[in-house]
């Protein structure tokens, strides 16, 4: 099995920037995807960005290209979220997930696609 534990958020003002962590342990050799995923007061869980593990094809919401930007460290068995330009609407639990699964249907945006799921990190923009 994989554990996650993720990192790095707090309060931030508008247009600021933060960078969440997230530490794989256990069977990470079997990682084939990772991904954030984020949920606000009253809405549903949405998908944020992922990243292959080979490879490192990177994918994003709309809602964050060009703001966000997802990488990993392998040796280090970590995946980042750099977040900049924070606004009010990025205000959210932001969980990381890994797929690691023998088979991966390619939906990276979905969240039955991930196997492992960390506890998540509170992430609050204010004015």
């Known amino acids: 099995q994989v554990q996650l534990v993720e990192s790095g958020g707090g309060l931030v003002q508008a247009g600021g920037s933060l960078r969440l962590s997230c530490a794989a342990s256990?069977?990470?050799?079997?990682?084939?995807?990772m991904g954030w995923f984020r949920q606000a007061p009253g809405k549903e869980r949405e998908f944020v960005a992922a990243?292959?593990?080979?490879?490192?094809?990177?994918y994003y919401a709309d809602s964050v290209k060009g703001r966000f930007t997802i990488s990993r460290d392998n040796a280090k068995n970590t995946v980042y979220l750099q977040m900049n330009t924070l606004n009010s609407e990025d205000t959210a639990v932001y969980s990381c997930?890994?797929?690691?699964?023998?088979?991966?249907?390619?939906?990276?945006?979905?969240?039955?696609?991930?196997?492992?799921w960390g506890q998540g990190t509170q992430v609050t923009v204010s004015s």
């Open positions: 997930a890994a797929n690691s699964r023998r088979y991966y249907s390619g939906s990276y945006y979905r969240g039955y696609e991930y196997d492992s």
């Open positions: 990243i292959k593990w080979s490879g490192g094809s990177t």
């Open positions: 256990g069977r990470t050799f079997s990682i084939i995807v």
